[in-house]
């Protein structure tokens, strides 16, 4: 094959990849209402020191001290600002909160694509969360599952 014609092809070939690649990375965005609606519903994680979280479609949750939901730790709000779901079909959002103890503070969620766990890094303050990173100084991790 001559170098004229090897060239246009590899070219060609390379286009090819980097379209797809990119398409297997995008994001696709999803309005803050779904996701809120979506995250909305009883979360538990029995392992977890407030085992018990109740997130509501307007944004409002409630934490548990315990599952029978006689002893309540705080409440607040978590304003879904940007969501998206990825090429796996995980949703992500970023959300600020603030809670009944004065604290505020910024969340990166994500939810698996069965929507059926939730995992969140939370900060306090002004610190905003950049990346998915779990065990990062000021960033603290908790994992929920749906209650069915």
């Not at 307007?58 to 548990?64: A, K, N, P, Q, V």
Request: hydrophobic share 35%; with cysteine.
């Amino acid at each position: 094959m001559k170098t004229r014609t090897f060239v246009p092809i590899l070219i060609l070939v390379l286009a090819v990849l980097v379209i797809a690649g990119s398409c297997a990375t995008r994001q696709k965005a999803i309005s803050i209402e779904n996701a809120s609606e979506i995250r909305s519903g009883i979360w538990i994680n029995e392992a977890d020191q407030y085992p018990l979280v109740i997130q509501y479609p307007d944004g409002r949750y409630d934490w548990y001290h315990d599952l029978q939901q006689e002893r309540l730790f705080l409440s607040g709000t978590s304003e879904i600002y940007k969501s998206w779901r990825d090429s796996e079909g995980v949703l992500w959002y970023r959300a600020h909160y603030k809670d009944s103890t004065k604290h505020e503070g910024y969340v990166l969620g994500r939810m698996s694509n069965s929507d059926n766990t939730l995992e969140c890094i939370m900060t306090t303050g002004n610190l905003e969360i950049e990346e998915w990173k779990i065990g990062k100084v000021g960033y603290n991790y908790e994992i929920w599952y749906r209650q069915e």
